[in-house]
T-cell receptor, first 112, second 115 residues
Framework: GEDVEQSLFLSVREGDSSVINCTYT??????LYWYKQEPGAGLQLLTY?????DMKQDQRLTVLLNKKDKHLSLRIADTQTGDSAIYFC????????????FGQGTELSVKP | EAGVTQFPSHSVIEKGQTVTLRCDPISGHDNLYWYRRVMGKEIKFLLHFVKESKQDESGMPNNRFLAERTGGTYSTLKVQPAELEDSGVYFC?????????????FGNGTRLTVT
């Protein structure tokens, strides 16, 4: 079956790096995504990685994928107070019409 | 380009009443999805349209929920009669072309409170 797990909370100091972790169970996942939800707003696509890659970097964001362990992480360098939000990991499964399976979300709190 | 828009942004209704949520996808996006987040839990899939056809409705909780997408443009999700456990945030998303490799773009959601 499909299941995506994330830790619920993470607190960091401004300027530090944040690492948000995610594990998934379905080995047929094709793409893995990170979405960000700011208070009162919708889901903003941050980045995604194809399952045959192990790393993707986009400015302050680095995504690492360990396909053997089914582990995905999102690293935010030089975390700012504006990065405070809920971050959702999601997997997209090839043979299920493109629907996303989400984790519970990790609430990132950045303290000045 | 306008993003995915949802209406209303908030709705407060009493148990037993009916509510209809609306979603306007990005123009030209054939795929439209409904999701729901209840009580701070994970965002759960409800159903998927390709144009006007229901591709996958395996996530619909029960027959009190009815989704339509007449003409393959906007979609509505009706809850009738609403129950307390239906409270949550309902998200709509759309994607273009082949569904498995096109990112989903989400709306801001409708926060539904059933009292």
């Amino acid at each position: 079956g499909e299941d995506v797990e994330q830790s619920l909370f993470l607190s960091v100091r401004e300027g530090d790096s944040s690492v948000i972790n995610c594990t998934y169970t379905d080995s047929s996942s094709t793409y893995l995504y990170w979405y960000k939800q700011e208070p009162g707003a919708g889901l903003q696509l941050l980045t995604y990685i194809f399952s045959n890659m192990d790393m993707k970097q986009d400015q302050r964001l680095t995504v690492l994928l360990n396909k053997k362990d089914k582990h995905l992480s999102l690293r935010i360098a030089d975390t700012q107070t504006g990065d405070s939000a809920i971050y959702f990991c999601a997997e997209r499964i090839y043979n299920q019409g493109g629907k996303l399976i989400f984790g519970q979300g990790t609430e990132l709190s950045v303290k000045p | 380009e306008a993003g995915v828009t949802q209406f209303p942004s908030h709705s407060v209704i009493e148990k037993g009443q009916t509510v209809t949520l609306r979603c306007d996808p990005i123009s030209g996006h054939d795929n439209l999805y409904w999701y729901r987040r209840v009580m701070g839990k994970e965002i759960k899939f409800l159903l998927h349209f390709v144009k006007e056809s229901k591709q996958d409705e395996s996530g619909m909780p029960n027959n009190r929920f009815l989704a339509e997408r007449t003409g393959g443009t906007y979609s509505t999700l009706k809850v009738q009669p609403a129950e307390l456990e239906d409270s949550g945030v309902y998200f709509c998303a759309s994607s273009q072309g082949h569904s498995y490799n096109s990112p989903l773009h989400f709306g801001n959601g409708t926060r539904l409170t059933v009292t």
